[in-house]
């Protein structure tokens, strides 16, 4: 069948009209004001008021306005009585109206990812008096997508790890691209998604992006890095569609699929037997491919003779096993060690136990080399005793040293003289044998610690140390004496038996029984009259009054002679002198004043002090008037100068019986109270206590 023009015409409207229904949403429609409806499938009615065409497509880059659609009422009788206005969202900058015809062009190019619609409305005015035919009606005009943009990866560039010999299949990362244009409209947004690098380790899933190993068995110590580039084309990857790209990079994570291995079956190390305990003799290392904790190292001593002898330690940093020494070495006890030594992974996989076994082992052989040591003596302790009375010259006791190097190689002997800085002892430098070299006294010195030096005669610079302590016996050489100087007091109203004094005895001689102590009255004082002695057989004595008072007028002190002896053997004695002051005593016994000094002196002051004072006062008086005797020029009289003085015993004050200047300051205003003798700069100050 044959269209005409007329038919065609109208064929291409009602697919116009059927393509802007099928654009417009249900809400779009909703938004009309006027709440049209449909009458027919080429146009759009509601009264009068009829329009169509209410889309646009994006991107239109033609010269010419591009039509959007068509305004009509039916009011408009096409005798250009009515006008058509447009307002609302871009009206006369975006869109504009033919006021006569109704038709609506778009003057700018619209993309849909800026705006996808806009809200218009439109009034139909009657041009002469330019009031509404019609009620304003709002209508949409909707941008038609079109496929103007290309997928993006917002989160690219992609890095991501994966642990090596993973198996098919294992997910890595999943990558994700966006399309701006409108995923409601066509497959302008349905992207799908494809690897253009990285084949054939690995593939993407189209769908949905996520990248999976695609081999087996890919080992990191092979290669640990991959590169891959994946497209995302939207369209569904049709030709014509736009497509971006990112780049992932894989990095394989380590497992523990590497067993340790040492480089060498055998090592060998020679060290001195003079090495330090804890000294380290080797380092070695068994080396694995892997990396982190999966080459982490055990190291032990699985087998040999250096058992107890050395220990194997691992260096975390840098997992070397370190061979220390535990013992001192001796190479004439024995001059070579060998051990077996395992190395092993701290953590083992056992998904690739397989590969294993994850342990090796290695011989290492330590030759020890000998160093020429000095001299060692017999014993690192040499106690000696030796009694205080011993002679000099006596053998106190002998020392033996050997050189380790050579049975036969002489030793020579002498003494640290730091250690015996008194030079007590001597050493016989081929013998050992120390002898006294000084009279010793215990309560001297008691112990006496020295050092002995042995060297090779051949090797001087090699030089062993003894230690002697030498002990001194006691013997009984101190005489014992009072424990201390005693003031003894004895009042003038005391009593016959009456218990003046306790004494005690020391001794500087230390007896294995300790001491004891006999105490009794000289030959010359038993009969005397006025004190007895009673030894109390516990190391004291006390001292009693024979007599009934005592006077100070007749005598003031008395001197007894006590005779004390220690039990020693042989026993030793000695005669020790208590004084005892003759004192004027109060009710309760307490002495007052003792002597005929302290009645008519100060307590402070004795009389040899005083006689010292009153000597130097003196002779400053002399001085000064035998100065005055030579001064021609002054007519000043020594009493005019002189201050007189007078001593009051009892009361210890001095005044002066004429105040004069000194110094222009009147001394007798500024000192009323204290005693002062002046002569020029020369003060003196008494005070009583």
């Not at 060290?271 to 904790?293: F, M, N, T, Y």
Request: charged fraction near 20%; charge should be negative.
């Amino acid at each position: 069948m044959k269209l005409g023009k007329v038919e065609f015409c109208h064929f291409l409207q009602l697919i116009a009209l059927f393509l802007c229904f099928s654009g417009m949403s249900q809400a779009e429609l909703s938004r009309s004001r006027s709440k049209p409806y449909f009458q027919s499938g080429r146009s759009r009615t509601k009264r009068s008021w009829v329009w169509n065409q209410f889309f646009v497509l994006e991107e239109y880059m033609g010269s010419d306005p591009l039509y959007v659609g068509k305004l009509h009422s039916d009011v408009d009788k096409g005798d250009g009585s009515i006008k058509y206005i447009l307002s609302g969202e871009g009206a006369s900058s975006i869109f504009i109206i033919d006021e006569n015809t109704g038709d609506i062009h778009a003057t700018k190019r619209l993309d849909r990812e800026e705006q996808a619609y806009y809200t218009l409305r439109a009034q139909a005015l009657d041009r002469l008096t330019n009031k509404p035919v019609e009620p304003e009606s709002e209508f949409v005009i909707k941008i038609q997508d079109i496929n103007d943009n290309e997928p993006k990866f917002l989160d690219g560039p992609y890095t991501a790890g994966v642990p090596e010999m993973s198996p098919v299949g294992t997910s890595v990362v999943q990558v994700t691209a966006t399309d701006a244009d409108d995923p409601t409209y066509g497959n302008s947004a349905r992207v799908v998604y494809s690897i253009l690098q990285g084949q054939p380790y690995f593939s993407v899933e189209p769908k949905t992006g996520v990248i999976k190993t695609a081999l087996p068995n890919m080992d990191r110590e092979a290669k640990d890095q991959y590169l891959l580039v994946i497209q995302a084309k939207d369209m569904v990857g049709q030709n014509g569609g736009l497509s971006g790209t990112t780049s992932v990079t894989v990095t394989l994570t380590d497992v523990n699929d590497n067993p340790p291995r040492f480089p060498r079956r055998s090592y060998q190390y020679n060290v001195p037997e003079s090495l330090p305990v804890a000294s380290v003799v080797a380092r070695i290392k068994a080396a694995d491919a892997d990396i982190g904790a999966n080459a982490e190292m055990e190291y032990k001593i699985v087998d040999g003779d250096g058992f107890g002898i050395f220990k194997i330690s691992v260096d975390k940093d840098s997992q070397e096993g370190i061979i220390t020494i535990q013992k001192d070495l001796d190479f004439e006890a024995k001059t070579s060690y060998t051990l077996r030594i395992e190395a092993a992974n701290r953590d083992a996989d056992p998904r690739f136990l397989s590969l294993g076994p994850f342990s090796d082992t290695t011989t290492v052989k330590i030759i020890v080399e000998d160093v020429d040591e000095p001299p060692v003596f017999s014993s690192p302790l040499y106690p000696m005793e030796v009694s205080e009375a011993t002679q000099v010259g006596n053998i106190i006791g002998t020392v033996a040293a050997h050189d380790p190097d050579s049975s036969n190689s002489p030793v020579r002997y002498s003494i640290d003289r730091n250690t015996d800085l008194e030079r007590y002892f001597n050493i016989d430098a081929n013998s050992g044998v120390i002898t006294t070299a000084k009279s010793l006294d215990r309560e001297t010195n008691a112990v006496h610690n020295i050092t002995v030096l042995a060297m090779e005669s051949q090797n001087p610079s090699q030089i062993g140390r003894g230690y002697v302590a030498i002990t001194i016996l006691d013997i009984n050489d101190n005489a014992p004496e009072f424990a201390m100087d005693y003031e003894t007091t004895v009042c003038e109203n005391a009593q016959p038996g009456q218990v003046i004094q306790k004494i005690s005895a020391v001794d500087k001689d230390e007896p294995s029984n300790g001491h004891q102590f006999y105490f009794s009255l000289t030959t010359d004082a038993t009969n005397n009259h006025n004190f007895s002695l009673k030894d109390n057989k516990d190391n004291t004595a006390s001292i009693l009054t024979r007599r009934n008072g005592f006077r100070r007028q007749e005598q003031s002190v008395y001197y007894l002679p006590v005779f004390i002896v220690d039990s020693g053997s042989p026993s030793l004695s000695s005669t020790n002198t208590l004084t005892i002051r003759v004192c004027d005593c109060d009710a309760d016994g307490v002495a007052q004043t003792c002597n005929a000094e302290a009645y008519v002196l100060p307590a402070g002051l004795s009389t040899g002090a005083l006689i010292a004072i009153l000597a130097c006062v003196l002779t400053l008086l002399g001085r000064y008037c035998l100065q005055c005797l030579l001064c021609k020029s002054s007519h000043t009289t020594i009493g005019q100068n002189f201050f007189l003085f007078l001593f009051i015993p009892f009361e210890n004050i001095c005044r002066y019986s004429n105040p004069w200047y000194l110094g222009h300051r009147a001394i007798y205003d500024h000192w009323p109270h204290f005693p002062v003798i002046t002569q020029k700069n020369y003060q003196f100050h008494f005070f009583k206590k």
